[in-house]
Nanobody
């Protein structure tokens, strides 16, 4: 499974941004077989969890730091996951990674597949 993120960029604080994660190489599996999550890593900091969405899309899970501002979603027909980021803050500046896992454990603790990341920079 390959994951490719897109949609990052330079934005001003208070604005919105939507990240996209496109999956390919699914073989005999379907996108619905995987839970999808977003992580981020700021300079000099460890990678941190942002949000996750279940295989059906019916359940979501968010980090407290972004709850109420970010929304995770998925489009199974397009093999795509999204992270809608609203009211962004300078502390949201980081490389954002998409991840996926086929395990049915919820919320997932480990992810098997990772994208290369997309840079999000929020100016004050």
């Amino acid at each position: 499974v390959q994951l490719v993120e897109s949609g990052g960029g330079l934005v001003q604080a208070g604005s919105s941004l939507k990240l996209t994660c496109t999956a390919s190489g699914l073989g005999f599996t379907t996108f619905s077989d995987y839970a999808v999550a977003w992580f981020r890593q700021a300079p000099g900091k460890e990678r941190e969890f942002v949000a996750a969405i279940s295989w059906t899309g019916g359940t979501t899970y968010y980090a407290d730091s972004i709850k109420g501002r970010f929304t995770i979603s998925r489009d199974k027909a397009k093999n795509t996951g999204y992270l809608q980021m609203n009211n962004v803050k300078p502390e949201d500046t980081a490389v954002y990674y998409c991840a996926a896992v086929g395990s049915r454990s919820w919320p997932p603790q480990l992810y098997d597949y990772w994208g290369q990341g997309t840079q999000v920079t929020v100016s004050s």
